[in-house]
């Protein structure tokens, strides 16, 4: 479910059609999986959405949060792409390849450039909804990822700023902890994973209807 005890107001967009960026990684990108276009979690999150909703896929592979990472989301094309766009709603999931050892010895500056990436989105649409997604599990992770650092450092920065921020939160680790089946590699989802994280998302934009 979404998360909700980092959240001080929740609102619902009633504007439609609306633009939903999706944010991330190469989990948000649909790596791993046959058909991405059809079956990553943004395109499963349209479907679910249908009529009125308009979803576009953002993700990037291998990009951080931390500005000092070793391939910061905030220097690729698609990051300009998805601020363009203007969207009224904004889901962002990242976190994950920050926790390898070389991006996390920058681990101090993570929640701050997290923050001025939620910035960017409402300073280009005011009134954006910007959703921070808590990370999915590694089993254990793979590439230098690590579920330890996701777990116990990274989840609990998100938490911190979410609260202080009143932004809402997507809590993804949660809701995909204890099935490493949907997880074939140990770090990216299948496409039926890729549709727990669509189910997610998705509840936490229809304010669970």
Known sequence: MSDQKDLCTKTCTSEYPVRVACVGDSITYGSGIADRDHDSYPAQLGRKLGEGW?????????TTALRRGDFPYSREAAYAEALAWQPQVVVIALGTNDTKPQNWVFADSFAR???SLADAFLEVNPA????????V???????GIR????REEVVPQ??????RRCLPTIDLYS???GHPELFPDTVHPSAEGAGWIAA????ALTCGE
């Open 147 to 150: 579920d330890d650092v996701v």
């Open 137 to 143: 599990p590694a089993f254990p992770g793979e590439w």
């Open 128 to 135: 954006a909804e910007v959703y921070l997604c808590l990370p």
């Open 113 to 115: 450039d997290l923050e």
């Open 200 to 203: 997610e998302v998705h509840r």
């Open 158 to 163: 998100i938490r911190q700023l979410a609260a």
């Open 175 to 177: 809701a995909l902890s």
């Open 54 to 62: 308009e979803v576009r896929n953002f993700g990037v592979g291998g």
